[in-house]
DNA sequence: TTGAAAGCGCTAACAT
DNA sequence: ATGTTAGCGCTTTCAA
């Protein structure tokens, strides 16, 4: 029977009061007798009237809800953070719409504004690689926007990372006070923020122990099965072997794990990013706080909608290395 | 300089045209003279002006906008659901505003109601283990519910699962064609659903096969290192030692072999639900189509957002197999 | 082709 | 303690 919903008029006519006064008992303002109290809530009940929250904060203005664009939400990556933010909006009584850019500018750009259009309070952007100027005007109007895990571009704005150089420069060193020297290096496209500073980790290590890099030692694009298993070949035979690996992040960790598994190689690894059953196999890693970076900048978020007007910001959460055994190995005499 | 966002009316008034008008050029509606309209646009251009599309929903009475009701985003598998609703959601035009109940009855109910005041169009709820009466308002209002995963309580509604009688039982008759009559159940608290059907399908595959189950076989509850370890204990040791295992969510497919791995034990085993890196550990799974569960709901949805009046559906997603070792395990001979 | 008026459901500001 | 009026920013209806 799909009755249309009751509004706050009808239930006001049933309980024959004024519209004001429903609106009283239904906010749990003050000033009105417990008597016509009890008339209002029963002519709720009856109707099964429900106040219309979009009509409310068209009027006070407040959406109550922030905005999150990231790349997909179905990586447990992106999920992470995600339930990093919808913690603190929770806690702040926000809600959280979400959108998946799938690493699409284009999809970025459009999502970002929808949430503008509709309102929402703040936006937690984990951006693309691409200019981000068209947020200015929303920024302007009062928008505050926080990008996570990846700064923006052509603009400067609250930004909240993880320290990716310094996680990638620590791992790579502690290979090094393992004894190696020659040491590879897989990576993700160098479009990507957060690879391009994992890189520069990995070779500030190198040179601040004085360590060459052939050329032969560093891949990065967007990791395949194929294009590891080439990396690992290149980097394992050849003239120059190395002994040990360093991968630029997860996934790339995992297809190296299939690959030297399939290759019934052993060679020393640190990755960056934690994994599930990173444990068991007895992979070191490079731990990054995702849902951390998700709180961070959701709390940014809300200190700028507090009214905080200070500069941008810049904050960088540590990263902390877990030794499990495949970081450890020594290099084995030749 | 946070100046307040300009309105429509803002742009009448730099335009020089009526407020109906700028809505007519916003929407692309016919009937403004290609000089008027260009009046307009540069009047929104300078103004910087946007739509607010909450007011127009208010308007319109058509939110575009989703709710998903979940346990955790940030895990694997709800956020694996929610991409499935996204993709759908955004083919239909529909953003997604989602929220996570953390299994409490309470969150849950405070969640969805919160959404339907937020005048969603429709709702897709991962249930927890409790009466759900509470949205009967809401449906015969219009609000149309999917429940994925899991069917709601008390009521009658549409529902999206997955086959895990079905797929529970295949795995266990898997184990049993492969010489086994000892096989031990791990499961998850009998609160859940999902936990509840697995177990059944064991139970029939098990009595199909005329085999007998010892008490000391069967483990259900929420599933810790602790419980796991103590339940494997129990399963091989004893007077009634099991040669197979079945795990009945991938949580505890992990922490098993984390237990067998500490134990330095081997036994066949075959867990419910796929996981990363099963296929590098060689764990034969049943594997549920999570995206698709999503999919399909968000689809089920969009039909009744459509007008489909039909009695409730119930689509049950088929499960599939995936052999990769450890369910091929023979019994040890003893 | 253009515009004026009414109203979506609610709250804010001011009466009474 | 209760009610009236105006208006949030937009669309809808109807008139010019």
Known sequence: MERARPTMKDVAIAADVSLKTVSRVVNGEPGVTPDTEQRVREAIKTLGFRRND??????????????????????????????????????????LISGSSDADPGTERVLALTLCARRVDGLIIVPTDSD????????????????ADRPPGEIVADTVLSDNSGGAAEGTAHLIAGGHRGIG?????????????????????????????????????????ASVQGALERMLVGQEPVTAIFCGNNR?????????????????????????LADLL??????????????????LLFQRLGGDKSPPHRIVIPTRMIGRGSGELRPAAR
């Open 282 to 299: 007895g992979v070191t890693v490079i731990a990054q706080d995702t849902e951390e970076l998700g709180r961070q900048a959701a709390e």
């Open 132 to 147: 981000h100027g068209f947020l200015v005007p929303e920024m302007t109007a009062g928008v505050p926007v926080v990008f």
């Open 252 to 276: 790339i960790s995992v297809l190296a794990l299939h690959v030297l598994a399939a290759l019934r190689q052993t060679v020393a690894m640190v990755g960056f990013d934690d994994f599930e």
């Open 185 to 225: 290096y897989i990576g993700a496209n160098r479009d990507i923020f957060t690879a391009r500073e994992r890189y520069r980790g990995y070779r500030s290590a190198m040179s601040a122990a004085d360590l060459p890099v052939a050329a032969s030692w560093v891949t990065m694009g967007t990791p395949t099965t």
């Open 54 to 95: 979009s009509a409310r904060l068209l009027r006070t203005g407040q959406a109550a809800t922030v905005g999150l664009v990231l790349e997909d939400i179905g990586d447990p990556f992106y999920s992470a953070l995600s339930r990093g933010v919808e913690g603190v909006a929770r806690a702040r009584g926000s809600l």
